[in-house]
């Protein structure tokens, strides 16, 4: 029903030296001139099966990009019960050049909503780094009748990042989530809401900011 790139557990641009174990210090306002790689080292849920799912780094660092391929939740008409709510949570590596450390700024999510009278879906998504207590999380809306595009934008202060730990390895984990509820509108007609676009443009895109590390 709809398209998108295909690669899952792949990894793609350069490796980048580890950081230095120490807390993050002095801001830079420009990301790394060396190249970032991500490891998709996990994926799992019924919102990205096998193959459906792909990470990109952006040529400037400045971001990467999550494309779904099967993203797709729906209620009504000949729908499944399971098909309802869909989720994918992706487990990845970020290799980043000596000395720097990054956070998530902000993010877009985007996909399309066909939704009856009535009917009401959410999106869901959350992030954060392997063995922190500090999760960034957030929920969108969007009630019928809609058929168009969906997008939704998340956004941190400065002070509120959270920073990936000097030195040490741990995973990126980001999770989200579609929900559809028929609420209302007729039974018999067909909601739905995906992650993925029709006309081939990524459709998630987490932007980094970036900090020096203190030298040792």
Not at 89 to 94: A, E, N, R
Not at 130 to 145: C, I, R, Y
Request: with cysteine.
């Amino acid at each position: 029903m709809h398209s998108g790139i295909l690669a899952t557990g792949a990894m793609l641009g350069l490796f980048g030296a580890t950081l230095s174990p120490q807390s993050p210090a002095s801001s830079t306002p420009n990301p790394p001139t060396e190249k970032v790689r991500v490891e998709v080292e996990t994926v799992n849920g019924s919102g990205c099966p096998k193959d459906t799912a792909a990470v990109a780094v952006a040529p400037d660092n400045t971001a990467f990009t999550v494309t779904y391929s099967q993203y797709l939740a729906r209620v009504g008409g000949s729908s499944d019960p399971t098909d309802a709510r869909k989720n994918c949570q992706l487990s990845l590596l970020v290799h980043v050049p000596h000395g720097f450390t990054y956070a998530v700024a902000s993010a877009d999510y985007r996909g399309y909503a066909s939704l009856q009278p009535g009917a009401v879906s959410k999106q869901k998504s959350s992030f954060y780094f392997q063995g922190s207590p500090d999760t960034t999380s957030s929920s969108h809306v969007f009630k019928g009748p809609r058929h168009d595009n969906w997008q939704a934008t998340d956004s941190t202060d400065w002070g509120q990042l959270v920073w990936a730990p000097c030195g040490t390895r741990r995973n990126f984990n980001v999770n989200t989530e579609l929900r559809v509820s028929a609420g209302t509108s007729d039974p018999k007609q067909t909601s739905f809401m995906t992650m993925d676009s029709t006309d081939g443009d990524v459709n998630t895109i987490y932007r980094l900011a970036w900090k020096q590390c203190p030298k040792r």
